[in-house]
Nanobody, 118 residues
């Protein structure tokens, strides 16, 4: 089993920056790709960014050029650097991970709130 714990959510003004962290523990060897998802009130959860075990990355169009996903395997930690934040980035951000050989996100964290307010 894998446990994921996010941190770093906060209140921030437009144009500000935040770095989210996701600490993984347990059966780390069961993790393949990892990703950050978000869910805003009244909206469906969406994939924001993904990074594979070989460090290949994917970003949603809405965050390209502003967000950067990275992982420190030695620390078993996933990061999301968010710059030039916009009001539309307000959401609960979730860390998730897949098992080897699967595209499904099996493991999920509890989420961390990011609020961008004017």
């Amino acid at each position: 089993q894998v446990q994921l714990v996010e941190s770093g959510g906060a209140l921030v003004q437009p144009g500000g920056s935040l770095r989210l962290s996701c600490a993984a523990s347990g059966s780390i060897g069961s993790i393949n790709a990892m990703g950050w998802h978000r869910q805003a009130p009244g909206k469906q959860r969406e994939l924001v960014a993904r990074i594979t075990s070989s460090s290949s990355t994917y970003y949603a169009d809405s965050v390209k050029g502003r967000f950067t996903i990275s992982r420190d395997n030695a620390k078993s930690t996933l990061y999301l650097q968010m710059n030039n934040l916009k009001v539309d980035d307000t959401a609960v951000y979730y860390c998730a991970a897949t098992r080897p050989g699967s595209y499904l996100y099996t493991y999920w964290g509890q989420g961390t709130q990011v609020t961008v307010y004017e």
